[in-house]
């Protein structure tokens, strides 16, 4: 699709949606939303440019052996946080029990090994959704 | 705030059977799209935000978008 109007609007409004993801997965422990929502959001943002600027400057920008290993990658820093809980000598993600920094609540680093676990999600939850995309439409 | 609410039900029953009903693959699909839309406004005010955020990427967003990828691959028309 070669739509200079469209090609323009992407360009501009696609680092908002980011942005706007990327907050949705950061405070995902002291506001609605999470790893899920702000992983979907930043997906779309992804989706829009590889409608609005084709495939292949869209594999270009993200290759798919990158969101393989960012699939993989969000997944195994998920479970090595939760397999520390039991170094640590708790059950699988025990968080308090075993003394991880909990700091004021309400702010954002706080509520130990909540924010990375989330961040684990949307990392996930993102590239899943680009990797689904990429290859239903890619020709064949 | 109660009447909202009644409007936007009857409008989710109307865009629930609009779906089933319409021949055109592309309508249906836009018309599941006003669908989401409506229900990510009620999760809103079922105060169930992040629902709403979810829906409102996955339901209006991704769901229609990847429904319009397969269209444009297979036909437009219901037999």
Redesign the interface.
Known sequence: MDDLIVKTITRLIVPFIQVYGIFIILHGHISPGGGFSGGAVLGSSMILFTLSYGLTDATKKLPHKVTGVLESGGIIWYILLGLMGILLGGKFLSNKEVGFFMGQAGEILSAGIIPLITVAIGIKVASTVITLFHTIIEED | MELLNVILVVFLIVCAIAVERTKDLLGAVIIFAAYSLTMAVLWLMLKA??IA??EA??GA??TT??FV??ISRTRRMEK
Do not use: F, K, N, R
């Open positions: 935000p992040d955020l979810t990427a996955i967003g991704a978008i990847l990828a397969v």
